[in-house]
T-cell receptor, first 110, second 113 residues
Framework: KQEVTQIPAALSVPEGENLVLNCSFT??????LQWFRQDPGKGLTSLLL?????REQTSGRLNASLDKSSGRSTLYIAASQPGDSATYLC?????????FGKGTRLSVIA | GAVVSQHPSRVICKSGTSVKIECRSL??????MFWYRQFPKQSLMLMAT?????????EQGVEKDKFLINHASLTLSTLTVTSAHPEDSSFYIC?????????FGSGTRLTVV
């Protein structure tokens, strides 16, 4: 059974810092991995999708990497801003529907 | 990009009544949609997979008679919480797969009083 773990559970940083969020999964037989952002009381917004054959994806200040063999992904956020404050979820897709981690709650302090 | 619209965003109902939540794919057809439940500060737990024109597939532990799912068209899936109780209060989110991964609705906050 696929299990997804996200570390840290919560993170608080001053504005302008670069930061890394971590995601690990137990079963490396995945099709893709997706990073989402969730604001309080809201749905999920897709940030980046990495196919199993890819190593990384970039969108603006966000960069996600995937090391399928070791079961790890990272989300790098450059020059963090207060508007980046949210919960970040990673989810993996294998032969079952998406499996989510519990998320990292990020607070960027102005 | 693909958009999934979910309605209502918030609903308060009395214990014992039923509530229907709608999930629509606005600019694409979705033969499969997914319904999730999220408790405070917890991750999303898959409740069921909704299949157009056929019965939904429920995850272990989810009562299919309590959480009725109907996927009558390629753009609409509904989740009905029947005989709601306070313990059913939660955040419910639907999603659909597209060529760009999965797209999620904005969620429905259900409060049963």
């Amino acid at each position: 059974k696929q299990e997804v773990t996200q570390i840290p559970a919560a993170l608080s940083v001053p504005e302008g810092e670069n930061l890394v969020l971590n995601c690990s999964f137990t079963d490396s037989a995945i099709y893709n991995l997706q990073w989402f952002r969730q604001d309080p009381g809201k749905g999920l917004t897709s940030l980046l999708l990495i196919q199993s054959s890819q190593r990384e994806q970039t969108s603006g200040r966000l960069n996600a990497s995937l090391d399928k063999s070791s079961g790890r992904s990272t989300l790098y956020i450059a020059a963090s801003q207060p508007g980046d404050s949210a919960t970040y979820l990673c989810a993996v897709k294998g032969n079952t529907p998406l499996v989510f981690g519990k998320g990292t709650r990020l607070s960027v302090i102005a | 990009g693909a958009v999934v619209s979910q309605h209502p965003s918030r609903v308060i109902c009395k214990s014992g009544t039923s509530v229907k939540i709608e999930c629509r794919s606005l600019d694409f057809q979705a033969t499969t949609m997914f319904w999730y439940r999220q408790f405070p500060k917890q991750s999303l737990m898959l409740m069921a997979t909704s299949n157009e024109g056929s019965k939904a597939t429920y995850e272990q532990g989810v009562e299919k008679d309590k959480f009725l799912i109907n996927h009558a068209s390629l753009t609409l899936s509904t989740l009905t919480v029947t005989s709601a109780h306070p313990e059913d209060s939660s955040f419910y989110i639907c999603s659909a797969g597209t060529g760009e991964g999965y797209t999620f609705g904005s969620g429905t906050r259900l409060t049963v009083v």
